[in-house]
């Protein structure tokens, strides 16, 4: 980004505390940061980090009492001034293709928003809508119909297939698939016919999907992810789930069918709902748990199947203790004369 | 859809109860139904949602006791008779390119069937075959020598290399991805060289594959999807599987290598099966287990590791239990005097 | 492959026992051998599998005792010569296109080296470079000033984002996904603020990923696999992850951010480690396992979560016990007198 401390802290409407014309080149972590880069430290924790620190320069929250030798900038939370500043280079960092490329093949009354950005070998369907501001990278596939909102950003390779909706600044990663046909077949004549999944799928806001994640477009009806909701790489959204808002789903994330997750849920790795579940608003699912029940509102759960956390902690202590444990019940029928 | 009732009852060969004028815009589930809505009702335990339902018409299953004042049709199995119009609903809405879209790159001695519609930059590399009527969807990849049976469709981004053979009516969602290199190494000198796999993926008729799945090539020979067999999104099958006819298999289900899977069975989400196993025909894997020894036909399998379902249903209460059990074991110990 | 026996002792540097004159048209297992195959036989457990062998020639390492009617060439390690020779096989097979194909979109200031070939509909953006002898399939994506090296191989729909840099050889197998953004969020006023990911990824040399695997560009700093690392289809490596040297990850395995794992660190399906773990050089992850707390060198871990693999293992054989242990205790209560 190559600009002085000082020009960083007019961004910020800050005051440099030492030498404001050294040149910053990069951000970095407070770990890897080198001469040249602009750190933060936002936890009084990780004070003691400082010492011995080999940044150019760094940001400071106002809440650290401790000193450094090093040109730095006092702000009132250093995370989010951080994040302030990556937002501008990252800015920079994107360019995506200048209007329409050549290539592009956009079907019968399809409507592109002003300043959308279409790049090489994208397919715009008959129908497809794009928002204002919004940008198509390479291979993109936009189905039939298919509605996308402003300032959203598909990255190479993703698809949304036909009829589904995308609200306003969504970002969808590569290879991600929004409304491949829900899983679901009726057995006839001891085959599995498929079941037609006519539905769609419908995401809010300020959504982003990860990297070969997929959202299954509904049997009929929708398939909801609401808005603010962020979901990682390879996760699964089965048919006919609905999503709440600002909800938290770490990679390999899976949901089966028709279950409803409310606002505000947080899963980890490798989580997995089994179909027709309720999870309550504000509840935490812990790395690798399956939920096989509904979970209330506002809990913790974890472990296979699923309960609550703290319970399955006591468990797992215990279950550790297991073989120990038959040995005192062995020793106990070894003590205790034999019935009469 | 667009019909009234009155017509549709003649697609099903069957009789309006009540007004046959009335509209029909939508087909829709049970809970989701609207005005203007044709649901259906096959079960006779929901049969308490007919009181409040707002759909305009519905379909009802002979054995469905309850009465309703909404118009209606009353057919042999209502479930059947929704899959049927849902079918045409679904033909309806799928528009395939009509033909062969100039983008696209066909190579030398590629034989294209008769109807067969080839989408925006999909590329079929020297020697591929693609059946009479078969869809490839915009950015399709068949590489050379692949075949492609009569009536698939592959969606778009849907890759199938080298020399991979599929079946008539076969379903790739977008990312799947048919005939990469199985994972093999052999240890040479402290590093991981690699296994050339020179085999191929021959999938049967009627199978579906679900998005971002992946299924590899053999080591030499094949490996194998047998027909009728229904894979959800993000399924790995490893190289030299050998997979029988008409199993499901649930979303991030995955198989390691050689193992060999029987008729009919079925794996729910997130299973996993190591390498070498062999899993009976008509046997259920309860999700998220791991199979890490064989499982016999017909049997019901949970757990990490995988064992027979009911016995893992008991440890699971037992395990449940396992803090107070401690307790009982302490206060046993508490009230057996010590050994003299 | 169509070669006598005798021209494949000449590429061995071996010499043929039996008709050297017979024709070999293919390469297999021992288990799928049919006549006009060659296989082999490098473990001398499996010798009985000669007879009834329907291959027409077969590779025997020096240590195997039995013998064989059929025309053979002894190796010092079969499995070895099995390798050099689908290895020549494997290279007959694979058909690059020649050169650069007209629709390849190449951007401003690319390097492409001597040799690169570039399939249909590949988009290269401006700044990219890539090395001699490397094959970019159809429809693979190279972002802007990405650096590929010399001899690697991205298949179909593979995507290099923006900057990244893959060493040496490296193969990228369809669908995968390097450089799209960490999973990262800063909660403000009540919602998930995207924490901007302006690092990269960093690839070694030797590095193979599998199909649909995505490996996601650092916050700052890089996102790190080293040479000669093997990552099977469907796997998740998050942000600012450090990996070392010769690493096998089998399916869908993941790894949460900033974790680091040491060199020769085998994790086998659906494994799967939280952030901010350290997993020691050399060890070993169980399928279906969840790392919850650092991994020393040299272990072998298990379980949910991972500890000890060996005390995992009779924790479960205690734990198949529960049901009969919990009524060895009921009858413990049962004999011992009430408490006076």
Avoid: W
């Amino acid at each position: 980004m190559r600009k002085t401390l000082q020009e960083i802290a007019l961004i910020l409407g800050a005051k440099v505390t030492g030498d404001g014309r050294v040149q910053v080149e990069r951000l970095a972590g407070l770990d890897e940061a080198e001469p040249g880069d602009l750190t933060f430290l936002a936890d009084s924790k990780l004070s003691g980090r400082l010492a011995g620190l080999k940044a150019s320069a760094l940001l400071l929250s106002e809440s650290i009492k401790a000193q450094t030798p090093l040109p730095h900038i006092r702000v009132k939370d250093a995370n989010l001034a951080m994040l302030t500043l990556a937002e501008r280079y990252a800015q920079e960092l994107f360019h995506p293709y200048p209007g329409r490329h050549p290539t592009a093949v956009i079907g019968r009354g399809v409507a592109l928003g002003k300043g959308v950005s279409v790049g090489p070998f994208v397919v715009c369907e008959d129908g497809a809508q794009v928002g204002d501001e919004s940008v198509l990278q390479a291979h993109v596939y936009v189905g039939r119909d298919a509605r996308i909102g402003r300032g959203c950003v598909l990255y190479s390779h993703s698809a949304v297939h036909d009829r589904c909706v995308l609200g306003n600044r969504v970002i969808l990663h590569s290879g991600s698939v929004i409304g491949a046909d829900g899983f679901g077949y009726l057995p006839v004549d001891g085959r599995h016919r498929k079941i037609p999944q006519i539905g769609i799928v419908e995401i809010g806001d300020d959504v982003e999907i990860g990297a070969n994640s997929t959202v299954d477009r509904a049997r009929f009806g929708k398939t909801v992810v609401g808005s603010g909701t962020k979901i990682d790489n390879l996760v699964h959204i089965a048919h006919n789930v609905k999503i709440g808002k600002n909800c938290i789903f770490a990679a390999q994330f899976g949901v089966a069918g028709s279950s409803t997750i409310g606002d505000g849920v947080t899963a980890a790795g490798q989580v997995g709902i089994i179909s027709h579940m309720t999870i309550g608003a504000g509840s935490t699912i812990v790395s690798k748990a399956a939920v096989m029940q509904d979970v209330p509102p506002g809990s913790t759960v974890s472990g296979i199947p699923a309960h609550d956390h703290h319970r399955n902690l006591r468990e797992q202590a215990a279950a550790r203790k297991l073989p120990e444990l038959m040995q005192r019940i062995r020793d106990l029928e070894a003590r205790l004369p034999k019935q009469p």
